[in-house]
């Protein structure tokens, strides 16, 4: 009788165990991989110019929006950097006023680059701003944007304010009341598209990073994903890329598997010149893009840290608490003001539901080491989040939430 060989029976059984595995976890966890063993993922670090267009009208009489034009000034600028290594999302938004050179156009902004030269001169224009390479650009008509929010069922953000008028050059009815709503397509393009307030265009920045953050938890959410096949029929309608069909795809399965806390939204620092352009000091633009690649920076202390303390608990007080609390252990502190939730919820205008029993940790400038050290400081288990959505003044701003009450102290303390 012929002896049975059991060490093959059992290597197949091993090979086809670990096989169906690697099937079902890719098919239902994918984020449970590696990302470089998920089938049709990126297997190397890529950065991608994402640039949304203005509005562009025909010459003919009447002057009608052209839906498919992809030659305006560039509304949204973002640099996106995919990295597999480190499963990371980065991305870096830059203000459409930021002050740069266009060969032969002199000083600009940079919003100017896609109407003069399409989007090969405005990633040259990006690239060399940023001093980094860029693998690919991303142009979306502004209906696109509209299209993707009706097909995925709205956006749900939280609107800061009363934000009423009429954008002309859109042809746009923008009127939208404070509080949390999901937004419809045309809805969306008002939020991120508005601009009368204070900050002007970074306002408009800030707004878009909400909108962003927002539309990455409505995408990564599973029952979203259905919606990606007519997703990928719209993007051949209102997007212009050098990248084909199976490159998007690639870049769509990997972002929808990075962990929410592998994902950073920053906008690139600078400061308001004369003439209200946004200007960017070199050393800054270094150590946002070496952050942007991964790379290390200075190990932070806590005078260098400038802190904004936003107020958004249910105790009066507690944001002059906090301050003098972290003023106390050498942090400069440039601001406290209650949140835009407390002071909608002040002027009766909210319900107290979006006030937070936990602390957030906002890091404005791409400086997680600096928000990983004030929360050490604050001792609270608050969530970091890396995005410029905080105070424009600071380089962390700390949004106290009831979780501060008992380690603020107890003293009675008007205001904020």
């Known amino acids: 009788m012929r002896s049975i ?14 096989v169906a595995g690697y099937v079902l976890t890719l098919l239902f966890r994918p984020g449970l991989l590696p990302p470089i063993l998920r089938l049709g993922g990126l ?13 562009v009208y025909n010459d003919g009489p009447g002057k009608k929006a052209d839906s498919a034009a992809f030659s305006g000034r560039s509304d949204t600028i973002l640099v996106a950097r995919l990295d597999p290594i480190r499963n990371s ?12 050179h266009i060969s032969g156009y002199g000083t600009q902004k940079v ?12 990633r040259h224009v990006v690239s060399e701003l940023l001093g980094l390479p860029i693998n690919h650009f991303v142009v979306l008509n502004v209906q696109g944007l509209v299209k993707a929010v009706d097909e995925v069922g709205g956006v749900t953000v939280q609107v800061p304010k009363r934000m009423q008028y009429m954008d002309w050059t859109a042809k746009l009815k923008i009127d939208l009341e404070p509080g949390w709503h999901t937004l419809t397509g045309n809805q969306s393009m008002g939020f991120v598209r508005y601009r009368h307030d204070a900050l002007g265009d970074i306002g408009r920045v800030q707004r878009q990073e909400l909108f962003m953050r927002a539309a990455m938890d409505k995408a990564l959410n599973p029952e979203s994903w259905s919606h990606l096949p007519k997703l990928m029929d719209l993007s051949r309608q209102f997007v212009y890329t050098d990248m084909n069909e199976g490159d998007l795809l690639r870049l769509a399965n990997f972002v929808r598997v990075v962990p929410k806390k592998n994902q950073q939204l920053v906008m690139l620092p600078g400061n308001f010149s004369g003439t209200g352009d946004w200007v960017c ?14 790379q290390d920076w200075q190990k932070p202390i806590s005078a260098d840290v400038r802190l904004a303390i936003e107020n ?5 007080g507690l944001g002059r608490r906090v301050a003098r609390m972290m003023q106390a252990k050498g942090y400069n502190v440039v601001v406290v003001k209650d949140s835009p939730s407390r002071e909608m919820l002040l002027r009766g205008q909210g319900t107290g539901a ?6 957030r940790i906002i890091a404005q400038r791409a400086n997680p080491q600096e928000a990983e050290l004030v929360k050490a400081d604050l001792q609270v288990n608050g969530e970091v989040v890396t995005a410029s959505i905080g105070d424009i003044l600071s ?4 949004v106290a939430g009831d979780d501060l009450e008992p380690i603020a102290g107890s003293e009675t303390a008007a205001g904020r």
């Open 5 to 18: 060989n059991w060490s093959f029976y059992f290597v197949v059984a091993a090979i086809v165990g670990i």
């Open 43 to 55: 297997v190397e670090p890529t950065t991608v110019l994402l640039l949304g267009t203005d509005v």
């Open 281 to 294: 000091d070199e050393s800054d633009i270094r150590q946002v893009v070496a952050r942007l690649l991964g």
């Open 312 to 316: 958004n608990s249910h105790y009066q």
């Open 395 to 398: 380089s962390v701003t700390i």
């Open 354 to 359: 979006g006030l937070a029993d936990r602390t």
């Open 111 to 122: 919003n100017a680059a896609n109407a003069i030269g399409g989007p090969l001169a405005a």
């Open 89 to 100: 999302i980065t991305v870096l938004q830059i203000p459409r006023d930021t002050q740069v």
